[in-house]
């Protein structure tokens, strides 16, 4: 998990290029797929449909929101505990680019004997759902895909996610109101 996470690290360290041109959106700050495209997240919905771009991190969560209010319509509840989550959102996180699908299937590797020096991370595969997202993306999706393994959920909130722990639960609980928003 420790190899996974450089990893992670180098990825976050790509520098966000220019958009594809037609993208109309701005020159960094982005959300959307490697070249400033839609992008498809299974966290979002369980389609290939393709999301976005989103010119911001506010724009994306605008609209992520929005997909749950119709949940509180004829739930006054619902509806405070949405509004309550679009205001303490923050959306000032780096972009950074992310796999978006890290979980032990899509990572291959070599064991050469039984020591931890002994495993060698052959291949990262399924890139499918990468691109631009804000900088706690990559935790929120490996505890969301692999969250009840044990030891791998946990490590992807702190060492991953670090300090964005706040941000990851409040995500979670957006996802709660009804799991999967259908498009």
Same mark, same amino acid.
């Given at each position: 998990m #420790?190899?996974?996470a450089t990893?992670?690290? &180098? @990825?976050r360290a790509i520098p966000q290029p220019c958009p594809a041109d037609? !993208?109309? %959106? $701005? $020159?960094? =700050?982005w959300i959307g797929s490697p070249l400033g495209h839609g992008f498809c997240d299974f966290l979002i919905t369980q389609s290939s449909t393709l999301l976005g771009p989103f010119a911001s991190e506010r724009a994306f969560w605008d609209w #992520?929101? +929005? %997909?749950f209010e119709r949940f509180g319509d004829a739930h006054p509840p619902t509806a405070a505990r949405i509004a309550d989550i679009k205001r303490f959102m923050p959306c000032e996180h780096p972009i950074v680019f992310t796999h978006g699908d890290i979980n032990r299937r899509n990572i291959l590797v070599r064991v050469r004997g039984e020591g931890p020096d002994d495993i060698e991370i052959t291949a990262? @595969?399924?890139?499918? &759902? !990468?691109?631009w997202r804000p900088i706690y993306w990559e935790s929120l999706k490996w505890a969301f895909i692999d969250g009840h393994t044990p030891g791998w959920g946990e490590f992807g909130r702190v060492?991953? =996610?670090?300090?964005?722990?706040p941000d990851i639960d %409040?995500?979670?609980? %957006? &996802? +709660?109101?009804?799991?999967y928003v259908p498009f």
């Open positions: #420790r190899k996974v990893f992670v690290d &180098q @990825l037609g !993208a109309n %959106l $701005p $020159p960094t =700050g #992520r929101v +929005s %997909l990262v @595969l399924d890139w499918e &759902q !990468a691109g060492e991953i =996610g670090g300090h964005y722990g %409040l995500d979670f609980v %957006l &996802q +709660s109101i009804s799991g």
